[in-house]
């Protein structure tokens, strides 16, 4: 009885070891996406900093808890249908699968595309809002924030990134889908 213990318990910490490497074993290039998503996600930080350091003292809150709106309302929408307007299969033009990312598992690579993007999403509205610091009504921000993380980043995503998209089959696409180069190719 002693030993069936003692092995019994040493082969369910080898599975439960096991099952731990496996939900945290990436390989390099699901690791290097993780980091990337994290230094950009950080850059919410930095804006924060940059859009209080540049309003007057009453609207420092407010600058604050918009780019908190822009990460919480980001979240939800890039979740909802900002990732299956940018990479879901569709046209030329938008995506039309993956809407609540139906179809991705939650050990699947697209998790760490969907966080990339979605960073990259919330960093975009961010970016405007030191433009339209003390300039917007607080709720006009949330619509722009909604409309720009929800539509016009997935939109325009689509067009370069997405293989179906009509900007991609006309230009270089970087590797790892960072950025699209304007350069015609040679058909």
Wanted: net charge neutral; glycine share 8%.
């Amino acid at each position: 009885l002693r030993h069936y213990l003692h092995t019994s318990r040493c082969v369910c910490r080898v599975e439960v070891w096991n099952s731990i490497y496996a939900i945290m074993t990436f390989n390099e290039e699901d690791s290097f996406f993780t980091v990337a998503a994290a230094v950009v996600f950080f850059m919410q930080a930095g804006f924060a900093f940059l859009e209080a350091g540049s309003v007057r003292f009453k609207n420092t809150t407010s600058i604050l808890f918009k780019n908190v709106a822009d990460a919480i309302i980001g979240c939800v929408v890039y979740w909802a249908f900002g990732y299956a307007f940018a990479f879901g299969n569709g046209n030329g033009f938008i995506g039309s699968h993956h809407f609540f990312l139906s179809g991705i598992g939650l050990h699947s690579r697209e998790i760490v595309r969907w966080m990339l993007q979605y960073v990259y999403a919330i960093t975009a509205a961010t970016i405007v809002s030191g433009a339209m610091a003390e300039r917007t009504d607080f709720r006009s921000y949330l619509v722009y924030s909604f409309l720009s993380t929800g539509w016009v980043q997935p939109v325009v995503a689509h067009w370069g990134w997405s293989d179906q998209g009509w900007l991609y089959s006309g230009v270089y696409v970087e590797s790892h889908n960072f950025t699209v180069r304007y350069e015609v190719r040679n058909r």
